[in-house]
């Protein structure tokens, strides 16, 4: 049996003021750090063992990589960084609160950029200042690779290369894995892997600081699935 552990970033700052965040790098709440140092403990109360770390560009999943490894005894785990386990782009509505945003445009236009897998957000203008293109984290990245939004059917695309190219060949070597990341990355891998249709995609939630832990067969095909 082979063993995928995912866990959504703790809270951060943005999450407990309800704002949109997606690419913007914003820090743990005290909370989330709080989560992610619990989540280590869980972790090392279950004995389970990691040969590898992937996690994002984003502060907030490295850090709960980090408090993770190190509540259970693993910071010498090799991680593993990449731009295409960054948490889905909200556009512009990154920095926007979802209850005004939702009094503005309505409850069910808003839940359909936060949850349908194929409605875009409004686009973010690639000249304005808050576009990914000017941080300095992606130089190296071609820019028409840098979304200005994206919903699950793009993030899910963004994310797929990674996990074909580095978490599958990890699990398919019986490494046992951690995948540090975000909401919506990691619904769209869950998606994946778990063969969730486009609209049962909308109900999954994956919250913060909690370690997902899925045992999969040979073929990569789920066997179990739980929380810890």
């Known amino acids: 049996m ?14 407990s003021l309800n704002l949109f965040t997606g690419w913007v790098d914003v820090d743990l709440s005290e909370q989330g750090v709080k989560e992610a140092q619990e989540a280590g403990r869980k972790i090392k109360e279950a004995g389970i063992l990691f040969d590898v770390a992937y996690t994002s560009y984003l502060k907030r999943a490295i850090k709960t990589s980090h408090y993770v490894l190190e509540e259970s005894d693993q910071l010498s785990t090799p991680e593993f960084k990449s731009w295409r386990l960054n948490e889905r782009h909200y556009g512009a ?8 945003t939702a009094e503005k445009y309505g409850a069910d236009q808003v839940q359909l950029w936060r949850r349908s897998y194929d409605t875009l957000p409004p686009l973010l203008d690639p000249s304005s200042p808050e576009s990914s293109t000017h941080d300095p984290k992606y130089r190296y990245l071609d820019k028409r690779a840098i979304p200005e939004g994206e919903n699950l059917k793009v993030t899910l695309e963004r994310a797929l290369p990674f996990w074909n190219d580095h978490i599958a060949p990890s699990l398919l070597k019986d490494d046992v894995v951690l995948v540090a990341a975000h909401g919506n990355s990691l619904r769209a891998l869950a998606k994946h892997i778990e063969n969730i249709s486009d609209d049962d995609i909308m109900a999954l939630e994956i919250p913060t600081g909690q370690p997902l832990v899925y045992e999969l067969n040979d073929d990569l095909s ?3 699935k739980y929380y810890l």
């Open 2 to 15: 082979k063993t995928l552990v995912f866990i959504r970033h703790g809270q951060s700052v943005w999450n």
């Open 93 to 100: 509505l990154q920095g926007l609160n979802k209850t005004e």
């Open 222 to 224: 789920v066997a179990k």
